[in-house]
């Protein structure tokens, strides 16, 4: 496996409380790899899908470890992809009055970013997404229109 392939397992462990790590590492890597080997190196060459599974089952056991780290990861990741779509459209982003100018207008969120919700955020992206849609449609009509005039 390449450099740094086995960088998301580390984090994972380490997120997950456990008195002797190296002991929980051999537990984890003895337990998906069917009582194979406890050689995480061997485990992940050996069985790439199972490798995916403890690392994804790991991801959850790492969530439920740390709530709250995770909720504030979800939020910020949200947040810039909200921030991301608003820039394609041509939004400055630098300046929060003119960012929740558009967002509190009612058919956009009817409130500023840092008051939705993440349920709100979710919902807010494929509206987004849709603006940005129709504009370039406009556009493209536009400038069909301009050509052939």
């Known amino acids: 496996m390449k450099k740094g392939a ?3 397992f580390f984090a994972l462990l380490n997120q997950i409380p456990h008195p002797d790590k190296d002991e929980f590492k051999e537990q984890l890597v003895w337990q998906y790899s069917n009582m194979l080997t406890t050689s995480l190196k061997e485990f992940a060459a050996q069985k790439p899908d199972d ?6 089952e790991m991801q959850v056991l790492a969530e439920k470890a740390n709530p709250r780290r ?3 990861k979800e939020i910020k990741r949200l947040r810039s992809a909200i921030l991301y779509r608003m820039q394609k459209y041509g939004i400055d982003t630098t300046s929060w009055p003119i960012v929740n100018k558009f967002l509190e207008q009612p058919r956009v969120a009817g409130k500023r970013l840092y008051d ?7 919902a807010l992206i494929p509206k987004l997404e849709n ?3 129709k504009d370039m449609v406009k556009r493209e009509q536009e400038r069909e229109t301009a050509i052939n005039n």
């Open 6 to 8: 086995y960088d998301r």
């Open 51 to 56: 490798y995916k599974r403890m690392l994804a």
């Open 70 to 72: 995770y909720r504030e």
């Open 116 to 122: 939705l919700s993440i349920d709100e955020m979710t």
């Open 131 to 133: 603006i940005l849609y």
